[in-house]
């Protein structure tokens, strides 16, 4: 490897599977690193952190180099005066640039809540129809029927039997009917 840096070669290209990838550099695949959403997240709250102190930083400075051009503005400095201004414009331009990359960062940031959000209900419904498929794993329409006709044979069967007892019950109450007839006539 030190052969390598002497002749100004990456030498993290040399391990490649492609020969020429020290020449022309690695393929995507090669060097593309699998980041994590929440990796990718913490990174750009961290970055997106560090933009708002540094315009707070630069409009601090934008304020005192306005301060600075009135005052030697009235001490009749009018190159200073001038110098100061530019000064102050150059900050207001970081500003805006800030300004920018910290509205680029908090879209990619919701982007990727985003994307993780999706990957969290895909994941939940994935499991839940896994769950489902296992409980009706052992349930088909078939077993439904037979546990249909099932049923309806029990009750057709209890049917029987009330209808038994009724009649059981039933048997010579004419005759008692008829009795007790003729002893309300009595």
Known sequence: S??????GINAEYMGSNNPMSWLFGASKEE????????QAIEELSK???????RQKVLEIKEKKLLQEALKLKKANNQRGAVL??????MCEMELNKIDGMKLLMEKQLMQIQGAAFDEDIFSALTVAQEATKEATKDVSIEKFEILKESIEETQ??????ASYFRDIAQEGSEELMEELENLEKE
Not at 2 to 7: A, S, T
Request: net charge positive; charged share 55%; proline share 3%.
């Open 2 to 7: 030190d052969v390598y840096k002497r002749q």
């Open 31 to 38: 060097t593309k690193k699998t980041v994590k959403p929440e």
């Open 47 to 53: 970055q997106i952190e560090n933009s708002e102190k």
């Open 84 to 89: 100061a201004l530019k000064k102050k414009k």
């Open 156 to 161: 057709l069967d209890n049917e029987e039997k």
